[in-house]
């Protein structure tokens, strides 16, 4: 079978941009069983409870439901098992260090297959207050209303 190319986005985690504040991205590769992946190209993955912390000077995923394959055996894997992140040594280094200053965690903001390998997207984030997502959340409103109004004029339209 060909490598598929390009990015296929498996699961997106919209709950953690809503929560949290991104200050940094990263792409990792995940240690996965053969069910898993199979059950990753049917989509069958959860990311809502999922977040990242070290073990061992590794990071490890923790959370993550990846759904049992409906056609495994005995070989089937468990769909909360903790999961190791690849990354390189010194990028490991770098994210441990920032998240030990405190305040910050490790979240994983969308899975996807890139040529054939599944990667997952890790979002360094600082947790947002109840007022920081009311004001988002305005600000977003603003901006579409504004948006809007921009359309209507350029389209020689004026409210009613």
Excluded: C
Excluded at 10 to 16: E, G, L, R, S, V
């Amino acid at each position: 079978m060909a490598r598929e190319n390009g990015r296929k986005l498996i699961a997106a985690n919209k709950k953690a941009r809503h929560d949290y504040t991104i200050l940094k991205t990263y792409e990792a590769g995940i240690v996965l069983a053969g069910t898993e992946v199979k059950s990753l190209r049917e989509g069958r993955v959860s990311l809502v409870d999922a977040f990242a912390q070290e073990r061992d000077g590794e990071l490890m995923l923790y959370g993550l439901h990846i759904a049992e394959y409906g056609f495994g055996t005995w070989t089937n894997h468990q769909p909360r098992r903790t999961r190791k992140l690849l990354l390189h040594r010194v990028e490991i280094g770098r994210i441990l260090e920032k998240l030990r200053d405190g305040g910050m965690t490790l979240v994983p903001l969308s899975m996807y297959f890139s040529n054939g390998w599944a990667k997952v997207e890790l979002g360094l984030a600082r947790g947002k207050k109840s007022y920081d997502k009311r004001q988002a959340m305005a600000e977003r409103d603003a901006n579409r209303d504004i948006a809007r109004e921009l359309g209507r004029r350029l389209k020689g339209r004026r409210p009613a």
